[in-house]
């Protein structure tokens, strides 16, 4: 798992991880008043309601890191909900905004969770591709990754890569470059489309739901030496185990959507070399 092996290798050439308590490397957004911290500050439980949902995001931002957390997502009849971890920038002006997404859509029980990825680059996005987890995410924790780096972008799950979109010169600015972005997670109704498509209405008789989030990892992939900077450009290797995993689990790529791109051709990534 050439790629895997590439990933580890940023973690422990680039700068050390930040490593502290969750409590004190994040702030919320929202919701501060109905989720709480426990396990001495380092484990978040995130609370949704039928009035309000909460979020968070990170203190720190960067140009190019890999964010590491742990999530464990809500239970049961989860329909309608709406767990997230992303990456952000501060700006929000239309053609100025970036972001990288992982949103975990719930469903109902003993049905399994959906991940919608998407990445946007100045405030343009329609880049999604979807994938059924082949674990049960509510049981335990497990660890969601996005690598950022001038050369890619990857999205892990446990350290097995699940999907790769490269920068390439073709693509003109279809890659964020100019602007930090920090990491965010948040919890949220989103029953008019989370599950299959909006048919499936959160049951809020199940609330309060519960989303966990612990051990934020930032190793920031910063241009120390020469040795860093040549790593952060390295094109990411082929692996099996990144192949295995869009065999058997990718459920929607756009790259893939010829009736979506009809009219306008496919988006000039899904075509480069």
């Given at each position: 798992?050439?790629?895997?092996?590439?990933?580890?290798?940023?973690?422990?050439?680039?700068?050390?991880?930040?490593?502290?308590?969750?409590?004190?490397?994040?702030?919320?957004?929202?919701?501060?008043?109905?989720?709480?911290?426990?396990?001495?500050?380092?484990?978040?439980?995130?609370?949704?309601?039928?009035?309000?949902?909460?979020?968070?995001?990170?203190?720190?931002?960067?140009?190019?890191?890999?964010?590491?957390?742990?999530?464990?997502?809500?239970?049961?009849?989860?329909?309608?909900?709406?767990t997230t971890v992303y990456l952000t920038t501060d700006d929000v002006r239309p053609g100025y905004h970036d972001e990288v997404d992982m949103e975990f859509?719930?469903?109902?029980?003993?049905?399994?969770?959906?991940?919608?990825?998407?990445?946007?680059?100045?405030?343009?996005?329609?880049?999604?591709?979807?994938?059924?987890?082949?674990?049960?995410?509510?049981?335990?924790?497990?660890?969601?990754?996005?690598?950022?780096?001038?050369?890619?972008?990857?999205?892990?799950?446990?350290?097995?890569?699940?999907?790769?979109?490269?920068?390439?010169?073709?693509?003109?600015?279809?890659?964020?470059?100019?602007?930090?972005?920090?990491?965010?997670?948040?919890?949220?109704?989103?029953?008019?489309?989370?599950?299959?498509?909006?048919?499936?209405?959160?049951?809020?008789?199940?609330?309060?739901?519960?989303?966990?989030?612990?051990?934020?990892?930032?190793?920031?992939?910063?241009?120390?030496?020469?040795?860093?900077?040549?790593?952060?450009?390295?094109?990411?290797?082929?692996?099996?185990?990144?192949?295995?995993?869009?065999?058997?689990?990718?459920?929607?790529?756009?790259?893939?959507?010829?009736?979506?791109?009809?009219?306008?051709?496919?988006?000039?990534?899904?075509?480069?070399?």
């Amino acid at each position: 798992m050439a790629l895997v092996a590439a990933a580890m290798l940023l973690m422990t050439t680039a700068a050390p991880a930040a490593v502290a308590l969750l409590k004190d490397d994040i702030e919320f957004m929202w919701g501060p008043d109905h989720s709480f911290f426990y396990d001495d500050g380092n484990t978040l439980a995130l609370c949704l309601e039928k009035t309000h949902g909460s979020g968070f995001r990170s203190k720190g931002t960067y140009l190019y890191a890999r964010y590491d957390i742990d999530v464990k997502l809500v239970a049961n009849n989860s329909a309608g909900t709406v767990t997230t971890v992303y990456l952000t920038t501060d700006d929000v002006r239309p053609g100025y905004h970036d972001e990288v997404d992982m949103e975990f859509l719930g469903n109902v029980t003993g049905e399994p969770y959906t991940l919608h990825t998407n990445i946007f680059v100045d405030s343009v996005g329609n880049r999604e591709q979807q994938f059924r987890l082949w674990f049960d995410p509510t049981k335990d924790f497990h660890t969601y990754s996005v690598e950022w780096t001038p050369k890619h972008i990857i999205f892990l799950i446990d350290g097995t890569p699940i999907r790769v979109y490269k920068h390439e010169s073709s693509r003109g600015g279809t890659f964020p470059t100019q602007r930090h972005m920090r990491l965010d997670g948040s919890l949220w109704n989103a029953d008019d489309w989370a599950t299959q498509g909006g048919r499936v209405k959160t049951d809020w008789t199940h609330a309060p739901f519960y989303a966990y989030y612990r051990n934020l990892r930032v190793t920031p992939c910063a241009p120390s030496s020469s040795t860093v900077v040549a790593l952060c450009s390295d094109e990411p290797p082929a692996s099996a185990a990144l192949q295995k995993v869009r065999e058997q689990h990718l459920l929607y790529d756009y790259c893939e959507d010829q009736n979506r791109f009809k009219d306008t051709g496919l988006p000039k990534e899904c075509t480069a070399d």
